[in-house]
């Protein structure tokens, strides 16, 4: 079966660093997602790694390690506003078409 | 439209009744997908739409679960005979297979979500 495992939460200080891992055991594996989700909203698009390294985006960076399972994003110089879930999901490649599974998301909370 | 839309945003009922919830997808986005959101919990899939037609319905939880799509567009997902265990956030999301700006390819854009509430 596909497994994907992320933190359930984590708390941060506003302008500190975060660093949420995930880890997935999953087979047919072609690429993986991260996803933001405010309380009450609908998750939006933040990341997408295929390929093993870094993807640097402003103050959100997302990694990757095929071999090893295993992805993080990382935010920097937190804001507030960053307090959010935060989905990793990967893109499996099926034959009914491509198909995303979410691990259950970390909630971050940033105080002041 | 802009986004992916959903209808209605809150949805209370009973026990034993059924309930049809909408949703709009970007337009010309051949892909749909629904999952259900438990409080707190991560994405639950339930179908994929390619057109009109579903390739994997694997997720839906059981036969009171059912889902069509019309025109390559507007979907509905029905939930007969509610159970309290249905109550969730039902969300949609739509693909394109071309990159759009902001996205890679493959990636899906959520719309808001149909609270459910089953007293």
């Known amino acids: 079966g596909q497994n994907i495992d992320q933190p359930t939460e984590m708390t941060a200080t506003e302008g500190a660093i975060v660093q949420i891992n995930c880890t997935y055991q999953?087979?047919?594996?072609?690429?993986l997602f991260w996803y933001q989700q405010h309380a009450g909203e609908a998750p939006t698009f933040l990341s997408y790694n295929v390929l093993d390294g870094l993807e640097e985006k402003g103050r959100f960076s997302s990694f990757l390690s095929r071999s090893k399972g295993y992805s993080y994003l990382l935010l920097k110089e937190l804001q507030m506003k960053d307090s959010a879930s935060y989905l990793c999901a990967v893109l499996l490649r099926k034959a009914a078409g491509n198909k995303l599974t979410f691990g259950g998301g970390t909630r971050v909370l940033v105080k002041p | 439209g802009a986004g992916v839309s959903q209808s209605p945003s809150n949805k209370v009922t009973e026990k034993g009744k059924d309930v049809e919830l909408r949703c709009d997808p970007i337009s010309g986005h051949t892909a749909l997908y629904w999952y259900r959101q438990s409080l707190g919990q991560g994405l639950e899939f339930l179908i994929y739409?390619?057109?009109?037609?579903?390739?994997?319905k694997s997720g839906l939880p059981s036969d009171r679960f059912s889902a069509e799509r019309t025109g390559g567009s507007v979907s509905t997902l029905t939930i007969q005979r509610t159970q309290q265990e249905d109550s969730a956030v039902y969300l949609c999301?739509?693909?394109?297979?071309?990159?759009?700006?902001?996205?890679?390819?493959?990636?899906?854009?959520f719309g808001p979500g149909t609270r459910l509430t089953v007293l």
């Open positions: 739409f390619q057109g009109n037609s579903a390739p994997d």
């Open positions: 999301a739509s693909r394109s297979r071309a990159g759009l700006a902001g996205g890679p390819p493959d990636t899906q854009y």
């Open positions: 999953t087979s047919g594996f072609n690429g």
